[in-house]
């Protein structure tokens, strides 16, 4: 793997010339609410790669919460039904990437895209994506991707790694595509002492995390051993069942969460369009089947089953990693104050008790 050296005015000049021929997305602070957004650049000078995490999951740009996929008309006379695909194919590159939403990414490609069947719509999307990521030296406070190996540094699945280091940045080559575009630019070999300096970037993040972050990293392994074997008992679950007010908050900023629902809905004009929502397992009526029946009726079955799509063994296989990435946006929106670090802590503290 080809490790570079590039000036800041060098990946500037990257960013200018893969807007030519690509969508940018990258971190950008909105001025009113300070909050960091990762979104189109209408104006390369936004990006900025010293923001903190996104306040929303990137997977908004590959997976929307709301798509047109497909719209079609029925012809009553000629008993005719013509159909055309309503998504496009635009080239974009994901500019800045936090490694816990990369994680995120590899979780959705494997689910889209590495199973039986290969889903067109979010293959559009990913085809002709770049990956450029860029090392978290950041963390909020919820953040504890430390415990599930998906930070403060990217380790696979990037085209182009970026670690800021005194005069500029070491870039790393993860891919094909990436040592494409590492050879048209003619940066500089990175030498020894930009390596190590790399490492003490990372070192100085880990110890920027909290110590509940730091102290929960064995924890998340005996978790993922009690929800697997069923060994929570349920008053755990009903516990948490009664701080969850069924939001879905923790679905919608997940960078896993893969769920959605399937609706068809007739225009003005006589056309009709299908469109596909991000759904979450939180509502009521997603397991509600025909007759009104529902398997998952108390909404403590219903954390159950989210937090063993987490943190299961089962779930690690699919995903090759666990369905966590650690990114703490859970935490940061839950009303109840059941995201994922808290409820390790109660069954940190069932087993210790």
């Given amino acids: 793997m080809s490790k570079y050296f590039a000036t800041s005015q060098e990946i500037k000049q990257l960013a200018e010339e893969l807007c030519k021929s690509h969508e940018i997305y990258g971190p950008q602070v909105d001025q009113q609410s300070g909050q960091v957004f990762f979104d189109v650049l209408s104006d390369l000078d936004a990006l900025d790669l010293d923001a903190a995490i996104p306040s929303m999951p990137v997977k908004e740009i590959l997976f929307p919460q709301m798509e047109r996929i497909l719209q079609y008309r029925?012809?009553?006379?000629?008993?005719?039904?013509?159909?055309?695909?309503?998504?496009?194919?635009?080239?974009?590159?994901?500019?800045?990437?936090?490694?816990?939403?990369?994680?995120?990414?590899?979780?959705?490609?494997?689910?889209?895209?590495?199973?039986?069947?290969?889903?067109?719509?979010?293959?559009?999307?990913?085809?002709?994506?770049?990956?450029?990521?860029?090392?978290?030296?950041?963390?909020?406070?919820?953040?504890?991707?430390?415990?599930?190996?998906?930070?403060?540094?990217?380790?696979?699945?990037?085209?182009?790694?970026?670690?800021?280091?005194?005069?500029?940045?070491?870039?790393?080559?993860?891919?094909?595509?990436?040592?494409?575009?590492?050879?048209?630019?003619?940066?500089?070999?990175?030498?020894?002492?930009?390596?190590?300096?790399?490492?003490?970037?990372?070192?100085?993040?880990v110890e920027a995390f909290p110590a509940l972050a730091k102290d929960n990293k064995a924890w998340i392994s005996r978790a993922m051993n009690r929800i697997t074997t069923g060994f929570v008992k349920?008053?755990?679950?009903?516990?948490?069942?009664?701080?969850?007010?069924?939001?879905?908050?923790?679905?919608?900023?997940?960078?896993?969460?893969?769920?959605?629902?399937?609706?068809?809905?007739?225009?003005?004009?006589?056309?009709?369009?299908?469109?596909?929502?991000?759904?979450?397992?939180?509502?009521?009526?997603?397991?509600?089947?025909?007759?009104?029946?529902?398997?998952?009726?108390?909404?403590?079955?219903?954390?159950?089953?989210?937090?063993f799509c987490k943190l299961s063994f089962s779930q690690s296989k699919k995903y090759l990693r666990p369905g966590c990435v650690g990114c703490g946006r859970c935490q940061w929106v839950c009303p109840g104050d059941i995201g994922l670090p808290n409820v390790v802590q109660y069954l940190r503290r069932e087993t210790t008790a």
């Avoid at 490609?109 to 770049?130: K, M, T």
């Avoid at 030296?137 to 970026?162: I, N």
């Avoid at 969460?257 to 979450?280: H, P, Q, V, W, Y």
Wanted: glycine letters at 6%; aromatic letters at 10%.
């Fill in 234 to 307: 349920h008053e755990i679950w009903e516990y948490i069942g009664n701080q969850c007010v069924e939001c879905g908050a923790c679905s919608f900023v997940c960078p896993t969460c893969s769920c959605f629902n399937i609706e068809d809905a007739k225009m003005c004009d006589g056309e009709c369009e299908r469109l596909r929502t991000r759904d979450s397992c939180s509502f009521e009526g997603y397991t509600r089947m025909a007759g009104d029946h529902n398997p998952r009726q108390p909404v403590e079955d219903r954390r159950n089953k989210r937090f």
């Fill in 74 to 205: 029925y012809d009553d006379a000629t008993q005719n039904v013509t159909m055309e695909k309503a998504y496009a194919e635009k080239p974009k590159v994901l500019f800045g990437l936090r490694p816990c939403d990369l994680a995120g990414i590899q979780c959705l490609d494997r689910f889209f895209l590495g199973q039986e069947y290969v889903d067109d719509v979010y293959l559009a999307h990913r085809r002709q994506s770049i990956l450029i990521t860029n090392t978290c030296t950041r963390p909020w406070d919820q953040c504890f991707c430390v415990c599930t190996h998906t930070g403060p540094a990217a380790d696979e699945g990037y085209d182009l790694d970026l670690t800021k280091i005194a005069d500029g940045y070491l870039v790393q080559v993860g891919s094909e595509k990436g040592q494409a575009i590492a050879d048209q630019r003619g940066w500089t070999p990175a030498e020894a002492r930009q390596l190590k300096e790399k490492d003490a970037v990372v070192d100085r993040s």
